[in-house]
């Protein structure tokens, strides 16, 4: 069972990682991660190299459902939805002092709603949250 006292956008650490709290449900989290700088420029290169090809299959590709975030401890990087589910996580006693500008949330909220492949259960949770 997950209990967490977390709102949309609160920052909490991983194994040395940054993740954003989306939602949860009592036995689901849902969590964006924050990609370094180095990851970020080989998924902005893929996309840009998607969009080249023509194939909006690749454009759409779950690996694309991303923000590139404006806040400025994370100006620059992505904070990427391809792998949003995880039970795993130990978050209790690891949230961040950062904060996401409101740019940064409400972009989150219109991409895990617009996106193709993101969970419906977490469009769900999301759709009733107020930016």
């Known amino acids: ?66 923000v590139i975030l404006k806040t400025e401890d994370f100006r620059g990087q992505i904070a990427s939805l391809a792998k949003t589910e995880n039970t795993n996580f130990d978050i209790l006693s690891n949230k961040s002092s950062y904060s996401l500008c409101i740019e940064d949330l409400q972009a989150l909220k219109k991409e895990v709603l617009e996106s193709h492949g993101v969970p419906i259960k977490l469009q769900e949770l999301i759709n009733s949250i107020k930016v």
């Open 1 to 66: 069972m997950i209990i967490t006292s977390y709102v949309f956008g609160d920052i909490f650490s991983y194994q040395e990682d940054n993740y954003i709290f989306l939602a949860s449900t009592s036995e689901q989290l849902f969590a964006a991660k924050i990609l370094n700088k180095e990851l970020t420029q080989k998924i902005e290169s893929a996309y840009e190299r998607a969009l080249k090809s023509g194939s909006p299959a690749r454009e759409r590709a779950l690996v694309f459902c991303y």
